[in-house]
RNA sequence: GGGGAAGUGGCGGAAUUGGCAGACGCGCAUGACUUAGGAUCAUGUCUCUUUGAGGUGAGGGUUCGAGUCCCUCCUUCCUCACCA
């Protein structure tokens, strides 16, 4: 210890990672004497390299479950990769590269990054979702949902992107457009393999039980979107049933016409000849229109009339029916009926095609009958029924369902006079799995084939189809059959299951159509079983969310391959007691993973496991109805927002943009505002090739080109400059390569360490809020370890002042305090603070010198402890070098002692009106009456009270984290 | 348009959830040591008309007491969006 040596972050670090995997440190078993603590951190998509945003979400949920392992759990901290997705397939066709290939050798290298964030990942657990031994049971999966009609194969208007060929799911898609590509995506009918989704819509909006952000649970909530309203049936004229679906049953009786969403099934019947080659126009247009061409239009309303009436069923009012785009054919059914008194889009086009509006509300507080030619909008508010028949007087208070007893008499109507039924619809739409792709899990599912002859009379099907080496041979993907020869493919039937998985076939060759492989290689095409029938594959691969759904039950025995997950596993770990990852995943990963959970639940995958967790008696009563007992959501690591260039541009001027022949970097202040019409001057705002976009001193927008040999002056960087060595304004905006805005942890590593980082990380942000990236600050936190580093290897004091060590003690139990709470409330950069105000004392107290050696050490070895979840290496370093035996991290959390923290006197604050105007020293244990009289008889509150009575008296004692007692005056 | 979160020094951010606002750090200033300092150490750093007073986006309210609770408004960010 007396040995001086320097920090060096890069020496120590990686010798404790090999240390800890030697000595298998974080190697999770269940251990049923122990209490267990399951923590996980989303999985990285392995893209290629790991960015700062991973370091910052995945580093403090390690500090954490570091911390309860301290603590005495037991801590699976498991880490895997999503490995199945569009990126790979893309590298493959356009760089030719395998997706495996991509896959796996990215993985080896953020494997190594992620090592050397010196985190407790237990790697021995590692799923990877692209390895059959995972996807298996992906599939297998898949096949349980099947048998229980939990999945099923339907005919749906789905978003269908033309540039990748695959269809999307509703979430996501962003504005008509693919999230992840922002190419258009398109409406088309496909059939296409779903989960009922909706099954557990209800089961899914009860957050009880679990810990979850409000702000989280509002999204999914109204993601799910329950309202509660009735369907009612009406008759079109020519005797077709016409269902609706209305939350506001009441407003019944004034529905004066009905809007069919333009691809209703009905329409083409509807339609009168006179209308048809109006409505046609329409169908077409909409058709036509991406999502964001059909929202776009904004509030213009446009519609067709059909040419055809419905009845009304509560008043038999005969209605003409329309065609409008503003009616959408995903939600409810389709159709509605118009009631432009009380619903605002109902109005704008009942006011636009002149058409017929009756008050079925007499508005409260409103004295004369309302008056429909006055309206200017729809009025949805409270009142009492009128032109409504039966439900005349009722008062309508403006509730939803039942509980607006309008509502609630038009529902009892329509029920005893069988016109319609209470009904609840789901914004929720089931979840679209399907995609139309090669590199996801394969779909188990195929198609039986029959192959028949002219006469209709079966026969084998090589003898219908030309084969080559055993399999039909294939034109472009089709099947080439004999003439006078016919092949039909049956109901699709799943494979079974020991022929799982069914494995993605890796000799593949992809087209640049990004049409997939699996759809025209035949040895993946069709298969043939024992009794020698032949099958058509499914093509279709499924979602990765779908991978995702479940892999934190596979880390509890990764490499099991007669079932996904060992059941004592599962009894033991389950459920997930803290998930930490971004909120951006608030209505698609977590909502399908609660999905995942209730139904695997309700199909008895966890029966065994319930079993044994029961005989050790945990009694809890939905242990695996969710997933995830605690979530938190941490924030964003934005870019850092940088000025752009100062650009002094000479050159002519060419209509609205400026040819600048030669182009200055200015360093510093401009000398003097050139005055001459060619010269600008300005901030770099955007460059798009040879293109500047100038911000000039007054914030006008100077557009100027630097055309082929152009002179760019740039003093900062040697040499010839051109074009793209200037540097364009940064805004706080998410960081992505091509704003050139990016950090890379990597190069942080090399020159501070991991541990600073990790440190800073945590200290620089509001974990749960994030904030665009600054590294000023890291100086504080690398000075921290720094002072850690040389305090722990100084000489200790050898003093014996009792009264310092008490001191020093105190100042450690509340240290203890701060750091826990911190971290039990996911506010690292607190518990990081009061590290270094430990550090402070402690500089404080070798400098002075008073204290005991041994009570030095105890703080030392304290101070270590508790900053071993944040900066492992440096600790264990430390450790060791104290002489503390193997390893920081397997010992015991220091024991925070309320006792040992107080304070023996403090401030006793005086208040007047409620605002501190001084204090005394008093006993930290003082009594109220005591304190009330020291306070009365301060000079402040003499002052104050100017001999009266004070009016009253109140007394604040101290407690925990705030010691300081207070007596507060009113005069 | 609906829903949500937030607004605190020059900056990142604290504040036991109603009890001394600005912890901790960055930056800055002054000084020390230095040939030097972008190293290190020490001291200071909310504002003002400084025996005191004011101050948490603006305005109002509840309370002995409000950054914290309530109402109105402004700003920013996120999210859903013609949902019947």
């Known amino acids: 210890m007396s040995e001086k040596q320097p920090y060096k972050p890069q020496e120590i670090e990686p010798k404790w990672q090999q240390k800890w995997e030697d000595t298998r440190l974080y190697q999770a078993e269940v251990d049923w004497d122990k209490p267990k603590h399951y923590a996980l951190t989303m999985l990285p998509y ?84 692209c390895e059959p031994g995972y996807y298996r049971w992906t599939e297998w999966f898949f096949k349980q949902f099947f048998d229980n009609d939990l999945a099923f194969r339907g005919e749906a208007l789905v978003n269908w992107s033309p540039t990748l060929q695959t269809v999307l799911a509703n979430e996501q898609v962003i504005d008509g457009k693919d999230e992840r590509t922002g190419q258009p995506v398109i409406q088309k009918m496909m059939t296409q393999w779903f989960f009922r989704y909706t099954a557990y819509a209800d089961e899914m909006l009860d957050f009880s039980g679990i810990d979850w952000p409000e702000p989280v649970k509002i999204m999914q909530r109204n993601w799910i979107g329950r309202s509660e309203g009735a369907n009612v049936v009406f008759k079109t004229e020519h005797g077709d049933a016409l269902e609706v679906y209305t939350t506001r049953p009441d407003t019944l009786w004034g529905a004066t016409f009905m809007v069919l969403s333009p691809e209703h099934p009905l329409v083409e019947k509807l339609t009168t000849d006179e209308q048809r080659p109006d409505i046609t126009a329409y169908v077409e247009q909409a058709a036509n229109a991406t999502e964001i061409e059909r929202t776009a239009e904004g509030r213009d309303k446009t519609g067709v009339f059909t040419g055809s009436y419905a009845i009304n069923p509560v008043n038999q009012k005969r209605i003409p029916i329309w065609i409008a785009d503003y009616v959408m054919i995903t939600y409810g059914t389709g159709a509605i009926m118009a009631v432009p008194f009380g619903d605002q889009r109902d109005f704008e086009f009942a006011r636009k095609f002149g058409l017929e509006i009756v008050a079925v509300v007499q508005p409260e507080n409103m004295d004369e009958p309302i008056s429909v030619p006055e309206m200017e909008q729809a009025y949805d508010g409270p009142g009492t029924m009128i032109n409504s028949g039966p439900i005349n007087n009722q008062i309508n208070n403006g509730a939803k369902g039942r509980k607006n007893p309008a509502i609630n008499a038009a529902i009892d109507w329509l029920d005893e006079n069988s016109a319609g039924r209470e009904s609840v619809n789901y914004r929720l739409r089931d979840w679209l799995i399907s995609r139309q792709r090669y590199w996801g899990s394969p779909i188990p599912m195929r198609y039986p084939i029959t192959a028949t002859n002219g006469d209709g009379s079966e026969v084998e099907f090589e003898d219908a189809v030309e084969m080559e080496n055993g399999l039909p041979a294939l034109d472009n993907g089709q099947l080439q059959i004999k003439d006078g020869y016919n092949v039909t493919f049956g109901a699709p039937e799943s494979a079974p299951d020991d022929v799982l998985p069914v494995e993605l076939p890796e000799d593949v060759e992809f087209l640049s159509s990004g049409r997939s492989p699996l759809t025209y290689y035949a040895p993946f095409l069709y298969t043939k079983d024992t009794d020698g029938n032949w099958f058509r594959r499914e093509t279709d691969t499924m979602d990765t969310f779908m991978c995702s759904s479940w892999y934190w039950y596979r880390y509890l025995s990764p490499g099991l391959t007669d079932t996904a997950f060992s059941a004592e596993e599962a009894a033991y770990w389950l459920p997930v007691d803290v998930y930490t990852g971004g909120a951006e995943h608030a209505t698609m990963h977590l909502l399908y993973a609660r999905w995942f959970a209730k139904a695997m639940r309700d199909l008895g995958i966890f029966t065994d496991a319930e079993a044994i967790a029961r005989e050790h008696g945990r009694e809890d009563d939905d242990l695996f109805g969710e997933p995830f007992k605690l979530l938190r959501n941490q924030g964003q690591v934005l870019g850092a927002e940088r000025p752009g260039d100062m650009i002094l541009a000479t050159g002519r001027k060419d209509g609205d943009r400026i040819i600048a022949d030669r182009v200055q970097v200015i360093d510093g202040a401009l000398d003097a505002m050139p005055d001459a019409p060619t010269v600008f001057y300005g901030e770099l705002i955007r460059r798009t090739e040879n293109v500047l976009r ?47 805005n990016v950090v890379d942890p990597d190069a942080l590593v090399a020159v501070y360490g991991s541990d600073a980082v990790r440190a800073y990380l945590m200290f620089g942000f509001d974990w749960q809020k994030g904030g665009p990236w600054n590294d000023t600050q890291i100086n504080g936190v690398t000075g921290w370890l720094n002072d850690m580093w040389n305090l722990t290897t100084a000489d200790a004091p050898d003093g014996d002042d009792p009264d310092d060590d008490r001191d020093l003690e105190r100042d450690m139990h509340k240290a203890i ?57 440096i600790t264990e370093e430390l450790w060791e070098r104290m002489g503390g035996e193997y390893s920081v991290h397997n010992q015991a959390f220091p024991v925070y002692d309320e006792e040992k923290a107080k304070d023996d006197s403090v401030e006793l604050v005086i208040m007047i009106q409620g605002k501190p105007r001084g204090t005394l020293m008093v006993s930290a244990d003082i009594a109220k009456d005591d304190a009330i009289a020291m306070a009365l008889e301060s000079e402040i509150a003499q002052k104050h009270l100017n001999g009266g009575e004070p009016k009253k008296i109140i007394f604040i004692p101290g407690r925990a984290g705030n010691p300081e007692p207070k007596v507060n005056i009113v005069v």
Do not use: C
């Open 46 to 129: 392995p893209s290629g390299n790991l960015h700062i945003g991973h370091w910052f979400a995945m580093t403090p949920s390690d500090a954490r479950a570091r911390y309860m392992r301290m603590k005495g759990y037991n801590v699976l901290f498991p880490m895997g990769f999503d490995a199945f997705g569009l990126p790979a397939e893309n590298a493959a066709i356009t760089r030719n590269i395998h997706p495996a290939k991509w896959t796996y050798s990215n993985m080896d290298h953020m494997r190594n990054q992620l090592r050397s964030m010196g985190a407790m990942f237990d790697w021995e657990r590692e799923m990877v979702s």
């Open 694 to 740: 100038l911000k000039d001193a007054a914030g006008e927008e100077v557009i100027v080109e630097v055309p082929e040999g152009g002179m760019v002056e740039i003093p900062a960087i040697d040499g010839e400059n051109d074009v793209n060595q200037l540097k364009h304004h940064l805004e706080i905006q998410r960081m992505s390569k091509s704003k050139g």
């Open 817 to 873: 305090r701060g750091v826990e709470k911190g971290l039990e409330s996911f506010k690292f950069n607190t518990s990081i603070a009061n590290l270094m105000t430990l550090r402070n004392v402690l500089e404080g107290a070798l400098r002075e010198g008073r204290v005991s050696t041994e009570m030095w050490n105890e703080a030392l070895r304290t101070n270590l402890l508790l900053a071993a979840p944040f900066a492992p290496h």
